[in-house]
């Protein structure tokens, strides 16, 4: 289980963080993709009576972010 | 999911009849750096923790999940594990911002 911080723009205000299982050998610093819907972690899981909401799908390469403004 | 810092212990007489024999514990939402992060709320307990346990919770309908036979009952917040260790690196360590441009994430 990893504590999760989620991004935010430069304005934006700061999200909670919270706790997530990691299905991905992700590590502390990596910037992941989470999902956050409980269905679809036990999809992700495969496990029809997981009791998970947040499961780390996926570890980011790069993000490209345009016009800010 | 989320933590929770165990506060004390709910009775209740009177509940919904699937309820009987589960235990409920007065918990505490917190933020990773251990500070509260909202008001006290009352989850269901599974995992057998006590007075003061930093637990983790899971709430909506996966708490009820979490329930070992019946699990279609009207619970919304359950305690899934205890913490033995917790290790989390200050903010200032990461960039948590997104910025324009394309940034890569090794």
């Known amino acids: ?69 | 999911m989320l933590f929770g810092r165990v506060r004390g212990t709910a009775v209740c007489t009177i509940k919904y009849p699937d309820l009987v024999g589960t235990k409920f514990l007065m918990v505490e939402p917190l933020d990773k750096d251990l500070k509260p992060t909202g008001p006290l709320q009352i989850a269901v307990d599974v995992v057998h923790a006590g007075h003061g346990d930093l637990c983790i919770m899971v709430r909506s309908r996966e708490a009820a999940l979490a329930m070992k036979d019946n699990k279609f009952v009207p619970v919304d917040l359950a305690l899934i594990g205890i913490v033995d260790e917790l290790v989390v690196h200050d903010d200032g360590k990461f960039d948590l911002t997104l910025k324009e441009g394309t940034t890569h994430y090794a």
């Open chain 1, 1 to 69: 289980m990893l504590v999760v911080q989620p991004l935010t723009l430069p304005d934006d205000d700061i999200e909670g963080d919270f706790v997530a299982l990691d299905n991905t050998n992700a590590g502390v610093g990596d910037t992941v993709l989470v999902n956050r819907e409980g269905n679809g972690a036990r999809q992700v899981l495969n496990n029809p009576e997981a009791c998970v909401i947040s499961v780390i799908v996926g570890i980011v390469d790069s993000v490209n972010i345009q016009d800010l403004n």
